[in-house]
């Protein structure tokens, strides 16, 4: 089972408060870690599905028994709780202010107790979708352990919270569904669940999810 919010965050809180030097010359011999993103892109084509991610993704939702849902417009949104840390906390604040100018806002949101551990923003029009925002709490990231492992030809890949938010949107945003992914973190996570890059399109942050994808 996975640890509860408190005890992760006491764990890495804890850990930031211990200093660690390493010597220039032993930095520079550390190899730079391959990349979610460049492991994904290094699969053999036919060894993987966008299927087996989002289903992942499920399983770990079970596991871990939050609650995960999309707020529409005239829908309330939960307060992001106590002690979370997000970048773009802001946004989440602004999003009542958004709709009531008109805009047709959406905003996935994943629940721990009484705690938003992430959550998502998307616009919706006629010409399909926006994905502006994504974002999960510092201490319920993968690199903070709260992840289930799947196993695709040999490698390890780790599912989370940011998979959950991006599954709750791509079920309930209009295709196509756009996204600029400026992270490769955050572009493994929409490739795996089946967003491509936007044809003939030189940016590789640009990605697109189509019907049927």
Request: with cysteine.
């Given at each position: ?7 992760r ?13 390493t ?34 993704t499920?399983?770990?939702?079970r596991?871990a ?46 629940i ?15 010409a ?45 945003l ?19 669940l089946?967003?491509?890059r ?14 049927g994808t």
């Amino acid at each position: 089972m996975y640890e509860p919010f408190e005890r992760r965050r006491k764990r890495l809180e804890s850990r930031a408060g211990q200093p660690a030097f390493t010597p220039l010359e032993q930095l520079l011999q550390i190899p730079i870690p391959e990349s979610s993103e460049d492991r994904l892109q290094n699969l053999p084509k036919d060894s993987w599905r966008p299927a087996f991610f989002a289903e992942a993704t499920r399983e770990f939702l079970r596991e871990a028994g939050f609650t995960a849902v999309v707020r529409h417009p005239g829908e309330a949104l939960p307060p992001l709780g106590p002690d979370v840390t997000y970048k773009y906390r802001c946004s989440y604040h602004e999003v009542p202010k958004r709709i009531a100018r008109g805009e047709n806002v959406l905003v996935a949101v994943v629940i721990e107790d009484d705690r938003v551990i992430g959550y998502g923003i998307a616009t919706q029009g006629n010409a399909g979708s926006e994905i502006e925002i994504i974002d999960v709490d510092k201490f319920s990231r993968r690199s903070a352990g709260l992840e289930h492992i799947l196993a695709l030809d040999g490698r390890k890949f780790g599912v989370g919270v940011g998979h959950v938010v991006v599954d709750l949107l791509a079920d309930a945003l209009s295709k196509p569904v756009f996204v600029d992914a400026s992270s490769p973190e955050s572009r493994y996570i929409f490739k795996s669940l089946g967003f491509t890059r936007r044809p003939e399109e030189r940016n590789p942050c640009l990605l697109q999810l189509l019907d049927g994808t």
